[in-house]
């Protein structure tokens, strides 16, 4: 589904010390590119090194930003910003992180040692700031989300966001107004679609970050994205990934006839008497996406992938054998955990059109243009530059989801929800996006990438199946066992020893890099 009306609430799992998980906002796109939420206790009050106490983190702070970079006149809107400076020492790095394409509330973990950026401030006695994407959270240029509003929105204005901000902010923080990247080395993280930005930013801008840290940055821009599930299907539990492969065939195969009785059975097991059968269809990738919840660390994973893998393969209490238990066992027990359990959490009490139909131009999903509505602001960039549409497989690789599901699919979606802008259905411009900043074959100086094995996103990366792209010292790439973004988060690395060795060659290199930092007056 694109934009169904979702677990949002149930993926976030809140910790005692951790908030992860995709945004809570309703509805949501399960299969957004996002770094999890980290947030930070207020408890203890943050003091610098010279002992003097600090605002809390949650101080948002707030940037004028350019409408336009290419007609500054038009003028200026408040882009929100969090900062510290706990570890700050003069000549440190400045640390920027955006979060992408999610209100960054809740993200203030990423100022602190929770986090890869505080643990590289806390080394480099350096500062560290969030700060909020354009058209996401309340960072808008206009007060509202129409397509006249969303002009300015383009991967290329909010490339220009973070270099225009790097050179005219005056951060809080003492000697504040004196730290641009003329007088400072700055480091730009970001994970997921904002790893992409981070890497395209760093191609374009490379006088303006003079490192960067990109984790599971989707820096190629692909149209039919079904990698995405084939990573999942290769790393999930085989006899669960055999078992969802054989009741998806047997579903494609009926939907493919023109035995109406036999489609009929289908619905009325799943309870999900859908019009249209892509949609029902795509209402089946749902536990497929719960993939993306997964983490190392198991303060940060969401189990519920598993508990659909277990409902299918444990079977008195036995468990299947690699093969699985094949198509009946496997057609029923999925139809019963459907009807019982997930489907009562994916769409309560709502009628199963409105929460998973798609063709309706008049649904709520599609007419919302509020603020502050991230799956529009997402679906903008996604429809006009870069797809990533999560489709089912070719006919020649195995599937765990029906190749009903394809890139029309989704695009019928982009026209009717931007109908000022798509007269039909687009083909967003992938290629041009790559052209503009060299995708997979994207070079820059001192641009670390780390990817995860088990990350569904990997096959956008350069640690994509079938490329071979080498690691080298001013473009390392470090992959470990972790999932989306893994690496950013520290809890990750003590909970398994391959993404924190990656954090480790991420922090040396940043060392290593930094001791060669001359003003580029000087350079
Ligand atoms: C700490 O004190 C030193 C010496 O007074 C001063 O130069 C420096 O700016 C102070 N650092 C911060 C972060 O306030
Ligand atoms: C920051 O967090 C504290 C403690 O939760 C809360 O009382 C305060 O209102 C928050 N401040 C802002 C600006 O959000
Ligand atoms: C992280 O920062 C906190 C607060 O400044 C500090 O108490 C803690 O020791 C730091 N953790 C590590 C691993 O250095
Ligand atoms: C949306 O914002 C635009 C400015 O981009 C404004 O012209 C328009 O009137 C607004 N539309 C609504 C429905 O508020
Ligand atoms: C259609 O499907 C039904 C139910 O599965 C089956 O009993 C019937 O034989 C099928 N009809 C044809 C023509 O294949
Ligand atoms: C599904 O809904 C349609 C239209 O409301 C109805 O005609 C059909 O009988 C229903 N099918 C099932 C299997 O309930
Ligand atoms: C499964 O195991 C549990 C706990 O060992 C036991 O109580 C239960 O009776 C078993 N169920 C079956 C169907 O064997
Ligand atoms: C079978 O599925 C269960 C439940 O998801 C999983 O724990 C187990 O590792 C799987 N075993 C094999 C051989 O695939
Ligand atoms: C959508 O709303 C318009 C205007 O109210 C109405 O004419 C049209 O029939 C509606 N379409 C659907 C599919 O409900
Ligand atoms: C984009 O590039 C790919 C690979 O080079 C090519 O196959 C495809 O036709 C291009 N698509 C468009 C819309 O130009
Ligand atoms: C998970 O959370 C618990 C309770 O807050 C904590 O004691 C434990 O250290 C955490 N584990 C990891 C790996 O972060």
Redesign the pocket.
């Known amino acids: 589904m694109f934009f169904p009306s979702s677990f949002g609430t149930g993926v976030a799992t809140v910790l005692t010390l951790l908030v992860v998980g995709t945004s809570a906002v309703a509805p949501l796109n399960r299969a957004w590119p996002l770094v999890s939420k980290v947030d930070h206790p207020l408890d203890a009050p943050l003091v610098d090194r010279n002992g003097t106490e600090l605002p809390p983190l949650n101080t948002t702070y707030y940037f004028d930003q350019l409408i336009d970079h290419t007609n500054p006149s038009l003028g200026t809107f408040k882009q929100r910003y969090w900062h510290t400076w706990d570890y700050y020492e003069s000549g440190g790095p400045i640390i920027l992180l955006t979060p992408g394409e999610g209100n960054a509330d809740g993200y203030t973990g990423y100022l602190t040692n929770r986090t890869v950026n505080g643990m590289v401030a806390q080394e480099l006695n350096g500062a560290t700031i969030v700060i909020e994407h354009r058209y996401y959270g309340l960072s808008n240029?206009?007060?509202?989300l129409?397509v006249?509003?969303l002009?300015y929105h383009t991967i290329e204005q909010a490339v220009n966001d973070l270099e225009y901000f790097a050179y005219n902010v005056k951060l809080p923080m003492p000697g504040g107004d004196q730290v641009t990247p003329d007088d400072a080395p700055w480091i730009l993280i970001g994970g997921s679609y904002a790893g992409a930005l981070t890497a395209f930013t760093k191609v374009n801008k490379p006088d303006a970050f003079y490192a960067a840290w990109a984790s599971s940055a989707v820096v190629e821009s692909i149209v039919d994205f079904w990698d995405y599930f084939d990573v999942i299907r290769q790393h999930m539990p085989q006899n669960c990934s055999a078992d969802v492969q054989a009741v998806i065939a047997h579903i494609d195969s009926v939907f493919d006839s023109t035995n109406y009785t036999a489609i009929d059975e289908i619905k009325t097991m799943f309870n999900m008497n859908l019009t249209n059968l892509d949609d029902f269809a795509s209402a089946l990738q749902n536990p497929m996406w719960d993939w993306q919840s997964l983490d190392v660390s198991p303060n940060l994973t969401d189990p519920r992938f598993y508990e659909f893998c277990d409902a299918l393969e444990v079977k008195d209490n036995e468990t299947a054998p690699e093969s699985g238990w094949g198509l009946d066992h496997a057609l029923n027990t999925w139809a019963d955990y459907w009807t019982t359990t997930y489907l009562p959490e994916l769409c309560g009490d709502e009628d199963i059109e409105s929460c998973a139909g798609t063709y309706n131009p008049n649904s709520s999903l599609y007419t919302t243009?509020a603020v502050d509505n991230a799956a529009r602001s997402w679906n903008w960039i996604v429809c006009n530059e870069m797809g990533f549409w999560q489709d089912g497989a070719p006919a020649d690789v195995p599937t765990v989801v029906s190749r009903l599901i394809g890139p029309g699919y989704w695009e019928r979606q982009c026209m009717l929800m931007f109908p000022e802008a798509f007269s039909a259905p687009p083909t967003p411009s992938a290629n041009e996006t790559n052209q503009a900043y060299g995708g997979w074959f994207m070079q820059a100086d001192r641009l670390f990438f780390a990817n995860g094995e088990n990350d569904p996103w990997r096959g956008a990366t350069v640690s994509a199946d079938g490329t071979n792209f080498q690691s080298t010292d001013m473009q390392p790439i470090a992959v470990g066992d972790g999932f989306h973004c893994s690496d950013l988060i520290i809890a990750n690395g003590e909970a398994d020893s391959t993404v924190a060795a990656v954090q480790q060659q991420g922090l040396a290199a940043m060392k290593s890099w930094l001791e060669g930092w001359q003003a580029p007056s000087r350079r």
Do not use: D, G, L, R
Request: glycine share 0%.
């Open positions: 240029p206009y007060n509202n129409s006249e509003s002009k243009i």
